[in-house]
């Protein structure tokens, strides 16, 4: 279930939040960690500078990791306890 629809959040927020049925942040997020930044604007049709801001508005923040993967590498992002966030092949 989504929660309420928020204050701050523009129409276009509401809109995209109500097209997928889940809060903003994990649309972001899931969004962002599969198909990048560029593809995730072609989806929900904004622009890089209002990903920007929602990604700001939301709580999102965004790290860009740069290395030549090896067989068998993968990247993991962990919560403050510990638990894995996300995790990544590098294959």
Known sequence: ???QLVNWQS???NAVQLEYGRPLEE???ELQNERGASATCDTLGISKATLGYWNLKCGIKVIRVAYQPAEGEEVKVYDK???IKFSKNGN
């Open 81 to 83: 306890n510990g638990g």
């Open 11 to 13: 129409t276009k927020m």
């Open 27 to 29: 649309i972001l997020s």
């Open 1 to 3: 279930m989504v929660r």
